[in-house]
């Protein structure tokens, strides 16, 4: 069964700071990674896709990266700012026979204080 | 910037009643989806739709539900006989393709069940 876990479940940490989300997944045949940001009541904005092939991709401060042989992920954020409080959700896709359904984690809800 | 735009933003409606939710996708995109996000849960995939026509669809999406695009700019998921486990956030997302491509989210109809 295609799976995606995320740790930790939740951070808090004071702005200004750098923190580092896992994503874990057992999802095969793998397609793409993607790490989205999901802020209260709001839909996911995505933030960074990745495919077989890619290690590492930035977004700003956002940097992930993914090693596929041991399906991890990781999504670092630098210089936290206040606004980067949200949930942080890794969704991976397989690709079987045409189909592209993705797998969603449960997400890491990041607070930052002042 | 064009956007994903959902309508209504809350929907309250009384058990056993049926509900449309209502998107409109961005202009240019050819796949659509429906997704499901039951309070303090994760996003769960419910359909995808292309062509005109269901592309896929979890285990979720049963006869209970269904969706339309009835004019070429909205894309509707309808909701028949509804139960209070149908009490959730309904994302709606779009992109150009499938596959590697980025999928842009709708702020969510939060549909509560009573």
């Known amino acids: 069964k295609n799976q995606v876990e995320q740790s930790p479940q939740s951070l808090i940490i004071l702005e200004g700071k750098n923190c580092t989300l896992q994503?874990?997944?057992?999802?095969?045949?793998?397609?793409?990674l993607r790490w989205y940001k999901q802020d209260t009541g709001r839909g996911p904005v995505s933030l960074t896709i990745m495919t077989f092939s890619e290690n590492t991709k930035s977004n700003g401060r956002y940097t992930a990266t993914l090693d596929a042989d041991t399906k991890q992920s990781s999504l670092h954020i630098t210089a936290s700012q206040l606004s980067d409080s949200a949930s942080y959700i890794c969704?991976?896709?397989?690709?079987?026979?045409?189909?592209?359904?993705?797998?969603f984690g449960r997400g890491t809800s990041l607070i930052v204080h002042p | 910037e064009p956007e994903v735009t959902q309508t209504p933003s809350h929907q309250v409606t009384q058990m056993g009643q049926e509900v449309i939710l209502r998107c409109v996708p961005i202009?240019?995109?050819?796949?659509f989806y429906w997704y499901r996000q039951i309070l303090g849960q994760k996003v769960e995939f419910l359909v995808s739709f292309y062509n005109n026509e269901i592309s896929e669809k979890s285990e979720i999406f049963d006869d209970q539900f269904s969706v339309e695009r009835p004019d070429g700019s909205n894309f509707t998921l309808k909701i028949r006989s509804t139960k209070l486990e149908d009490s959730a956030m309904y994302f709606c997302?779009?992109?150009?393709?499938?596959?590697?491509?980025?999928?842009?989210f709708g702020q969510g109809t939060r549909l509560t069940v009573v």
């Open positions: 202009s240019n995109h050819l796949y």
């Open positions: 969704v991976v896709r397989a690709s079987s026979g045409g189909s592209y359904i993705p797998t």
């Open positions: 997302a779009s992109s150009v393709r499938q596959g590697v491509t980025e999928a842009f």
């Open positions: 994503c874990n997944y057992t999802v095969s045949p793998f397609s793409n």
